[in-house]
């Protein structure tokens, strides 16, 4: 028992009756499906977009480098712990991102985390003045700590709105320090893009460094699965743990960056390096996932079908073009309750509430990956708009 135990439980019961509590709940895969409560269930939750953490590939080069190496890499990577096998599999990045260099991270939480406060350390011992940092709104969570961290307090413009960007920018241009613009390629939540060509202009109008995050749509879009940035950004960062099948991160751009991060992310710094056998599956998933554009095609073209049928139904899925398709239901108990009900149906989604998302939005996010078919695809869709009309009476309007 913990003498905060009290506190902790009281806190809980607030979760409970505002809908929002979470709770972790097991599932087993089996045969490529997952398994929960005994029940076969159609996985719409999870980010493996193209399937890559079942190829065959990715599991024989997993399990060769762990038998070979061994189960860890013992330290971190500025001690002992940068194996030929990092090397190898950043320089295999390089390629894959068209960029001078490339660092791998444990995670893209970890990644996001310590190098914000990286840079914004940069504008300081360069210039003597804080970092300004133009933010979307909708940013990741990571994303926003890595700024808290860092101190920093960041001029946010609204979701996806270049012109209120370019505003700030303008209002901010007197002052001094470094300039950076950090925002998403495809957001998590909404499954929608920035305009990265528009926000390259705006950085180089205003002498501002652009920061990436590409985690949803490396492996997914761009040519080759590449991701959006496609030398466009000054940094773009990416997760190996979704499309690409496997664990960690990686941060990529130019040779100086990377250099000085070695030397001030502290993430990088005082972390383990990643282990043989999650680098076998990201050195495998860097083989299979440039030709994969047919199965790409096939991702996007599935998504756009759901859309088309919960849009004719009158349901919101915000302005997604992606794989990742949200449905607004409005309200936190609500949105858990279509989901309990999906669950019954056969298909797995998880009902994303506040604080992750806005209050009032709470809401299906559908995570499409390519093994569906289009009969799976219309179910889905129709248990949805069953679902959602009974529990809440009537559909968010798009």
């Known amino acids: 028992m913990s003498r905060f135990d ?42 493996d977009y193209l399937g890559l953490a ?13 038998l070979r190496y061994g189960t860890g890499a013992r330290a971190s990577r500025l001690v002992s712990g940068t194996l030929d096998l990092h090397r190898r599999v950043e320089e295999k990045m390089v390629g894959f991102k068209g960029t001078q260099g490339a660092l791998l991270f444990a995670s893209g939480w970890q990644a996001n985390a310590s190098v914000m406060p990286a840079l914004c350390g940069l ?12 933010a979307d709104r909708l940013n990741h969570a990571s994303l926003h700590h890595g700024c808290a961290a860092a101190g920093i307090r960041q001029v946010r413009f609204r979701h996806n709105d270049l012109d209120h960007l370019e505003t700030l920018l303008k209002r901010e241009a007197g002052k001094p320090g470094l300039r950076m613009i950090v925002t998403e390629s495809v957001f998590s939540m909404d499954g929608d893009r920035a305009d990265i060509p528009a926000l390259r202009t705006l950085a180089d109008r205003y002498d501002a ?68 056998a999650v680098l076998g599956a990201i050195d495998a998933a860097l083989d299979v996932v440039p030709g994969m554009d047919e199965a790409r095609e096939g991702l996007l073209a599935q998504a756009e079908r759901l859309r ?21 239901i409005g309200e936190s108990q609500t949105a858990l309750d279509v989901a309990v009900g999906l669950e019954d149906a056969g298909f797995l989604t998880v009902a994303i509430r506040p604080p992750t998302v806005p209050l009032h939005t709470a809401r299906l996010r559908l995570a499409l990956h390519a093994g569906l078919t289009d009969g799976q695809i219309d179910d889905l869709g129709q248990a949805v708009i069953r679902l959602a009309k009974r529990s809440a009476g009537a559909p968010t309007v798009s």
Not at 34 to 44: A, K, P, S
Not at 60 to 66: S, Y
Not at 211 to 226: C, F, I, K, M, N
Not at 265 to 270: D, E, K, N, R
């Open 123 to 134: 504008s300081i011992s360069r210039t003597g003045h804080p970092m300004q940092v133009f």
């Open 308 to 328: 088309r049928t919960l849009n004719g139904a009158g349901f919101s899925t915000a302005d997604s073009t992606t794989q990742i398709v949200p449905v607004l």
């Open 6 to 47: 009290a506190y902790f439980r009281a806190a809980l019961t607030e979760r409970d009756a505002a809908g929002t509590r979470r709770i972790l709940r097991a599932v087993r895969r089996e045969d490529g499906t997952i398994v929960r409560d005994g029940r076969r269930l159609v996985d719409m939750s999870s980010n």
């Open 54 to 66: 079942d190829h065959p590939l990715l599991r024989e080069r997993a399990t060769e480098w762990a």
């Open 209 to 276: 460094f652009l920061y990436l995050d590409e985690a949803h749509a490396t492996g997914v879009l761009g040519p080759h699965g590449r991701g959006l940035s496609c030398g466009m950004a000054d940094l773009a960062m990416g997760t190996c743990s979704k499309a690409l099948g496997g664990m960690g991160a990686y941060v990529a751009g130019s040779g100086a960056m990377c250099d000085w991060l070695v030397n001030h992310a502290s993430g990088f710094i005082y972390s383990t390096a990643l282990p043989p």
